[in-house]
């Protein structure tokens, strides 16, 4: 079925890094616009990055530009997000999503499948 | 960056009632407005997308409306699975940012 899933987070001291994977089942990966949202504690959701299927536009949110990267592996149906520099601020649940298809980019139908998200805890 | 602000931020209800929720932009966003329903410690799922398209294997009780900057998602008839968080989304700009919530209580 189609499936994401996400996997990597933890908990690491401020100012350090941590990677974040996707793994996508059941649908062409590499036809398809992903985003990574978070949510912080107790708060609402947060559109972080998303990147196009080929990896060509990507963009990020003033939050994390500069210290996050978000990339792609089509070929191993894997959606990835490199975080350095973490501050206790960037606590959250991650979730990858998939964009449901449009013509233009950046998509505009919503998301429609989510992963179950993985937990990043930044503190000393 | 376009702002989008929902309420009412919390809605006590019953099932069987008619609810509705509010997302209003900060800025004319067309029809790209999205709702999301999300459940404690789920992920969200897509209910409406473009403002009143129903996404796939979504009940009819869910409605979408409006465009420009004010917009409504109605739940026509409450079900005990329809009591979670509802989120509204622009997707106007690549910022897509979300409201800040409407909690649905019983």
């Known amino acids: 079925q189609v499936q994401l899933v996400e996997s990597g987070g933890g908990l690491v001291k401020p100012g350090g890094s941590l990677r974040l994977s996707c793994a996508a089942s059941g649908f062409t990966f590499s036809d398809s616009y992903m985003s990574w949202i978070r949510q912080a504690p107790g708060k609402g959701l947060e559109c972080i990055s998303h990147?196009?299927?080929?990896?060509?536009?990507?963009y990020y949110a003033d939050s994390v530009k500069g210290r996050f990267t978000i990339s792609r592996d089509n070929a191993n149906n894997s959606l990835y997000l490199q975080m350095n520099s973490l501050r206790a601020e960037d606590t959250a649940v991650y979730y990858c999503a998939r964009h449901n298809y449009d013509i233009l980019i950046p998509p505009r139908y919503g998301m429609d499948v989510w992963g179950q998200g993985t937990t990043v805890t930044v503190a000393s | 960056d376009i702002q989008m602000t929902q309420s009412p931020s919390s809605l006590s209800a019953s099932v069987g009632d008619r609810v509705t929720i509010t997302c209003r932009a900060s800025?004319?966003?067309?029809?790209?407005l999205n709702w999301y329903q999300q459940k404690p410690g789920k992920a969200p799922k897509l209910l409406i997308y473009?403002?009143?398209s129903l996404q796939s294997g979504v009940p009819s009780r869910f409605r979408g409306s409006g465009s420009g900057t004010d917009f409504s998602l109605t739940i026509s008839s409450l079900q005990p699975e329809d009591f979670a968080t509802y989120y509204c989304q622009q997707s106007f700009s690549k910022s897509y940012t979300f409201g800040q919530g409407t909690k649905l209580e019983i």
């Open positions: 990147i196009s299927n080929a990896g060509s536009n990507i």
């Open positions: 473009a403002a009143s």
């Open positions: 800025q004319t966003i067309s029809s790209y």
